[in-house]
T-cell receptor, first 118, second 114 residues
Framework: GAGVSQSPSNKVTEKGKDVELRCDPISGHTALYWYRQSLGQGLEFLIYFQGNSAPDKSGLPSDRFSAERTGGSVSTLTIQRTQQEDSAVYLC????????????????FGPGTRLTVT | AQSVTQPDIHITVSEGASLELRCNYSYGATPYLFWYVQSPGQGLQLLLKYFSGDTLVQGIKGFEAEFKRSQSSFNLRKPSVHWSDAAEYFCAVGARSGFQKLVFGTGTRLLVSP
């Protein structure tokens, strides 16, 4: 079946504008993750969804960042009032289940959205 | 807090030569351990993982990794590198409790020379 897809693949925006990044996980996967890959910070966790709820938002860098997931499927990461330091590749991953207490389920990554803030 | 160190930013290996990429982690107990590969413009692909049991794990594309608890290491190896192995390699850890977010190292870029 299809893998994780993300759109757009590239986004160039002006500083101060809002952007929305979309992630379509693998069908049936209940867990969804957002990561950010930037030159200065490497790969860092942003937020985790189990179904439509987000029990771990600890990686969101500021209140300009938010994410939602609807219908237990598609997720949108929104960045308000973008800054140049938001320029990065935003990666989405999904796994069959979220796992906790000793279980760990393989995360499958999408190709990412490259965000450039000018 | 968990952390992962990949001390080599770049490594150049001749095609056909062996490869070892280093990974050290800091964690209160033995975490879950992973190696991912990222080709230019692509997402991350899982090469192999260690959960428990045999400390030498086999992965895809002829890669293997050995978990050494005493050294807190999980080094990636391949006996004979192919030009198509040129990519960036990431070591990652996941906690054995709580939610399964991954903590990544900074990556090692592998260049393969003819």
């Amino acid at each position: 079946g299809a893998g994780v897809s993300q759109s757009p693949s590239n986004k160039v925006t002006e500083k101060g504008k809002d952007v929305e990044l979309r992630c379509d996980p693998i069908s049936g996967h209940t867990a969804l993750y957002w990561y950010r890959q930037s030159l200065g910070q490497g790969l860092e966790f942003l937020i985790y969804f189990q179904g439509n709820s987000a029990p771990d938002k600890s990686g969101l860098p500021s209140d300009r960042f938010s994410a939602e997931r609807t219908g237990g499927s598609v997720s949108t990461l929104t960045i308000q009032r973008t800054q140049q330091e938001d320029s990065a590749v935003y990666l989405c991953a999904s796994s069959a289940r979220g796992g906790s207490g000793g279980d760990f389920y393989e995360q499958y990554f999408g190709p990412g959205t490259r965000l450039t803030v000018t | 807090a968990q952390s992962v160190t990949q001390p080599d930013i770049h490594i150049t290996v001749s095609e056909g030569a062996s490869l070892e990429l280093r990974c050290n982690y800091s964690y209160g107990a033995t975490p879950y351990l992973f190696w991912y590969v990222q080709s230019p413009g692509q997402g991350l692909q899982l090469l192999l993982k260690y959960f428990s049991g045999d400390t030498l794990v086999q992965g895809i594309k002829g890669f293997e990794a050995e978990f050494k608890r005493s050294q807190s290491s999980f080094n990636l190896r391949k006996p004979s590198v192919h030009w198509s192995d040129a990519a960036e390699y990431f070591c990652a850890v996941g906690a054995r409790s709580g939610f399964q977010k991954l903590v990544f190292g900074t990556g090692t870029r592998l260049l393969v020379s003819p």
